[in-house]
């Protein structure tokens, strides 16, 4: 599928459970590139800080694609400290490859639900798909909240076909779970172990040489 696929987050750290979902995607929609975008200044975080800055999880993040050879990096959000808002990257992004190639943006099930309380939602559908990541039993809550539910009926499809041309689908793609969590990777170097397995040896060393979440 000539498209481009989209995933953000805090990458805090970036880890195999995000890079595998991303590149598990890629393989399921034949998609030539998944883009990673770290979030600079995460607006829902209400002014509180991710624990490593917005430069060491770019950083991090170029590091960690170089196993994969179908994802990349787009580092505009975390470029600025200026809040991170997705329907403006879209915007951004969609400015710069033109009105034909679809992008499609990755969303985790549970991201999906809570919608309606980002800024400018509606918009997403006039500038991407959304592609719903989720665990192949995974089921949405019913009835969805704020408006979310007719939207879903309206525009969601099954035939991934559909992708490739325009914008506003909503398409559900199964992947396997990834049982890792940037949480508890924080955890581990707090308490002086080594995540080893649990995300690339290069980020490893990048968090060591920084000292990154020691505290």
């Not at 595998?20 to 590139?33: G, I, K, R, S, W």
């Amino acid at each position: 599928m000539d498209a481009l696929g989209l995933l953000g987050g805090t990458f805090n750290p970036i880890h195999y459970g995000h890079l595998h979902l991303a590149a598990d995607v890629a393989a399921a929609l034949e998609l030539p590139c998944v883009r990673l975008v770290p979030a600079g200044n995460p607006w829902h975080r209400s002014g509180r800080s991710p624990p490593a800055s917005r430069q060491h999880r770019l950083a991090m993040t170029n590091l960690a694609v170089d196993e994969f050879p179908c994802l990349g990096v787009d580092g505009r959000e975390a470029a600025t400290d200026a809040p991170s808002y997705t329907t403006e990257t879209l915007a951004s992004i969609r400015a710069e490859i033109g009105p034909s190639t679809p992008i499609l943006l990755l969303l985790g099930a549970d991201a999906f639900v809570g919608l309606p309380s980002w800024k400018n939602w509606r918009r997403l559908f006039e500038l991407a798909h959304l592609v719903l990541v989720a665990r192949p039993e995974f089921a949405l809550p019913d009835p969805l909240p704020g408006g979310l539910a007719a939207i879903h009926d309206e525009r969601r499809i099954d035939d991934p076909r559909l992708l490739s041309a325009g914008a506003g689908r909503i398409y559900v793609q199964a992947v396997a779970p990834q049982p890792v969590s940037a949480t508890a990777i924080r955890q581990m170097i707090r308490e002086g172990r080594r995540p080893t397995g649990l995300l690339p040896e290069a980020v490893i060393r990048y968090i060591d040489s920084h000292g990154l979440y020691r505290s």
